[in-house]
Structures are given as C-alpha cells and as structure tokens.
C-alpha cells in the first residue's frame, strides 16, 4: 500500500488515471509499456489498477479465432477477455475482473437495454451523449479503490471503432483536475533506407489525435534502437510536447525488461510529478527490488521443453509461454519453449521429442490436431518425459491412457467424436441448457479439493483455486475403470475431475483448470515449478549417465 508520504493528494478528489493511446500501426507493445508504467507505479508504493478498451463489438473474446486474435484469457470472475489483461495481472500481480475490460459490444448492449427499459425518459440515443457516458461511468468504476489508473485505448488513433472512446476521454479529461489525468501516446518511429529515425509517422499520428481533441502529454517511442537525441528533439518540437516528455522504448531481449527501461528514461518520476503525486521521483533504493531482482537473475541451465498445438501462433499461447518463463526465473533456468504442431504427430512422433526435456499439451477447440496431441501425451507416458497436460491436454491424457492402457481402442471425447463407443469425456450435463456460445462455458476460480499423498498434493497443499474455460469432462462411468488401470485422480471439485497423474512416472500430471492464468513473474505457477523440477532432474540423471558410461568405455 502507499506510504503517507507518497499520498500527498487527497483522495476525495477522485482517482489519478494515465490514458494510453497508439498510433501508426498496431502491435506495437502499447500494453506493455502501460503494464510495465503501472509496474514502475507499483514498485514506488501506489495501488495500481488498468482498465482496457477494446473497440470490437463482441462483447467479449469468448468466441474469437485464437489464431486471429491469440489467446483468451480467463479472469476470475469468468470473464473472457483479451489477452492484454492477461499481461496487466502478471506485470501489476492484481486479479481483475470483467469490469476492466470495456468493449463496444458491452458498451451498446448497456445502451440499447436501457433505451428499451425507457430509462433515457423519450430522449433520442445518440452516440453523444450516452454512449460516451457509459464509457466513463465503466472506467471510473473499475478504478473505484485504486490510486491510479491506467486505461489502454485498443487499436490505433484514427481506427472509426476507436472514435467514440476517444471522444469519451476527451470529456473525461474536462471532468477532471489536470493533475489527474494523463494522457501517453505509444507511436513507432522506423528507420528509413539509409538507416535514419524517421518521425513523420509519430507527427502524422499526433496531428490525428489532436484533431479530436487530446495533446499527449507524454510520447513514448518504440524502435528497434534507443531513439538519437535529435530524433527526440522533432517529436518534441513538432508534437508540442517537452523535450522530457519524449521517452524511448527500443526493444529488449525480454519484456520484463521493459519496466526496467523505463525506469532508466526517468519515466516514472516524470509521471510521478506530472499528476502530483511526488514532488519528485523517489531514490531508486526505496523500490520494490523483488522484480527487478527476479527477472535479471542468471540462468544457471538451459531446458528445452516441447508445446504440443494447433494454433501456429505464440500469442495464442502467451500464458503458457509465460508460465514456463515463471518457472524458470524461481529456479534460475532458461527455458527454450519448442514449438511442435500437433498436426505433424498423428503419424507417431519419432524424432520430434528426441532432445526435450519435457512436453506441454495446451488448451484448445476443435478435432484437429487432437490425434497429434494423443500421440504427444502417449510418447510422455512410455519414455517417462515429464508431461503437464491443461484442459483439452488433461482430457486428451484420459483418452490416450483408455485406449493404450484400458484398451478401449475406440476411446474418445464426445466433443471431437460424437460416434465414439467410449465417450471417456463427456458434455458437462448443465451445458445441454445453452443456446448461446457466448460466456456459457464452465468459466472462471473454482476450487479444488485435493487428495493428500499426491503429486498434486506436494504442488497445492490441501487445495487450489484455479480458472477454468471448458464444457467436456471426465464421464463419471468410466472413473473406477480408468483409475484401477493406474491413473488416479488426486483433485476433484464435487463430481467432476480436476487434476490426474500416474504415480509410477516421474512426473504426469494433468488439469482440467488453466493453472497458467494465475502464474506471475514473482509467483510461478506450482505445476509448471513442479514440471521444470521433474526435467532437471531427468536431465542431470541423463547427464550423469552419458558421463558414466563415456568413463567405462
């Protein structure tokens, strides 16, 4: 919490928000450098919060392609969102709720309920006043308890779907005192043929910005390279903002890193003084060191572990990714993440885990790359590879272990084979009520109650809470089989299977939960700590091993 000291504003006058808009292009890392900023805020002793605003018309990211848009994200409260909240919880270590994520869909839907319910007293609706009210109305309540604020407008300035949010900050900006809104624009500064920073782009993205009526008080640069002196001196001088005021963001070898950065361009104290909050900023010694202390640690080894998918693209994994990185930064390992398409694997995976030291099957929708994926968890299971398998990974680890095992040849889940004989996974029975797709899953922190003894027992403890995004499950007639041919199912919540492993392999584990979305660069998520444990050790015996055998030759 925030220092007396550091609370040198009054409260009652409401909450300190930064607004950060993108120009030129997206893609560019604008929600890092806000998560990384509200990581500097933090770190300084300030409640920090974010909010973001996705100009789309879903209501939420339930139903999107994730090889389009890349990953859901689960909050809490069950709330699909994009994967940007995912990088706020882990950069500021909050949970959030669906309150922090503002879409148009959301946003139209309030409207038009209400215009229905005769709440607007005959008025015609119209995009101003109302819709732009209930925009501010949702960001002021998802800072409600906070100190500051951070909104992240989604897309690019100059984007129609961005409009009205823009617009709605403007007015924003009038409600408030000065001192407590700030407005920060991510823009991309390229390099031209003969290697020069080109600032057009940023002039041209500024200009649109203030033809609706926002100045950026501050401007962040993001290059390949730091920005040159004069590169700065432009973007201040034809942006109309000072010279201090331009900060860069090159790119660095990992995001965590990012705050990092910025914190060395003088960033946060220029935030700090500009909303009043501290006459100046403090001595860097009065920080929270722990990340910093965390993510520059040295890896002492390297592991390389295998995500098995189907979605060729890394965001559609981010958490994952992420989760893996977690884990090594608490025991000091690099983690070299192998990327290997399920799809390539129905045939038999020969050659394609040859040198791992783990395999991870993710989440995911949909038959193909299932077999694939099977043909993975079975490959873990026979060599003893260290295996964590999440969600549809959990519920492929049943199917493979009742074919192979049980010998139910034709074993599979109801969702991918509606024919199968043995639907070893199964309709959740409360989802045969849902009509619509949207926000109807089995979604959000659910305990678990777990069996003591176990692997997952050593992970948890007694029990876990984790998040969930699934409507198949383990079918009840066919648990006592499956667990008198070896599998046990050590976590469950009421009737339902939440965690399994094989107590005779060196570590098998699987969750029908996504433990990923909890994991936080200071807190690693305990199965993925367990999993990379498991591969050190299976690779120092290997190593032993190899040395041993070179000595008798």
Known sequence: MPTESNRDYD????????????????????????????????????????????????????????????????????????????NYERFLDIDMTSDHNVTTGKVYQDVIENERAGEYLGKTVQIIPHVTDDIKRRVREAAAGSDVCIVEVGGTVGDIEGMPYLEALRQFATEQADEDVLFVHVTLVPYSTNGEQKTKPTQHSVKELRSIGLQPDIVVGRSEDPL???????????????????FSNPDVEDIYHVPLRLEEEGLDGYVLDRLGLHGEAPPHAEYDTEWRDRVTSEATATLTVALVGKYGLEDAYISVHEALKHAGLEH?????RKWIHAETLANGCEGELEGVDAVVVPGGFGSRGTEGKIAAIGAARERDLPFL???????????????????????HSAELDGG???????????????????????????????TG?????????????????????????????????????????????????????????????????????????PPFVGLLDAALDGATDRTAGQTASGGEA
């Open 11 to 86: 409260p009652s006058l409401g909450r300190k928000f930064i607004f950060v808009t993108g120009g030129v292009m997206s893609g560019l890392g604008k929600g890092i450098t806000a998560a990384s900023t509200g990581r500097l805020l933090a770190d300084a002793g300030f409640d920090v919060t974010a909010v973001k605003i996705d100009p789309y018309l879903n209501v939420d990211a339930g139903t999107m392609n994730p090889f389009e848009h890349g990953e859901v994200y689960v909050l809490k409260d069950g709330a699909e969102v994009d994967l940007d909240l995912g």
């Open 389 to 411: 398998g999440l969600c549809l990974g959990f519920q492929m680890a049943v199917v493979e272990f009742a074919r192979n095992v049980l010998g139910l040849t034709d074993a």
């Open 420 to 450: 199968t004989p043995h639907p070893v996974i199964d309709l959740l029975p409360e989802q045969g009520q849902h009509d619509d797709m949207g926000g109807t899953m089995r979604l959000g922190a659910r305990a678990t109650q777990i």
């Open 453 to 525: 003894g176990s692997l997952a027992h050593d992970l948890y403890g007694e029990t876990c809470e984790e998040r969930h995004r699934h409507r198949y499950e383990v079918n009840p007639a066919y648990i006592d089989d499956l667990e008198s041919a070896g599998m046990v199912f050590s976590g469950r919540s009421g009737r339902r299977m939440e965690l399994l492993e094989l107590p005779e392999h060196p570590f098998f584990l699987g969750t029908q939960f996504h433990p990923e979305f909890r994991s936080r660069p200071t807190r690693a998520s």
């Open 332 to 336: 000091g390992l690099a983690v070299d």
């Open 228 to 246: 040159e002196a004069q590169t700065r001196e432009k973007i201040a001088l034809f942006c109309d903002v000072p010279r201090d005021a331009v």
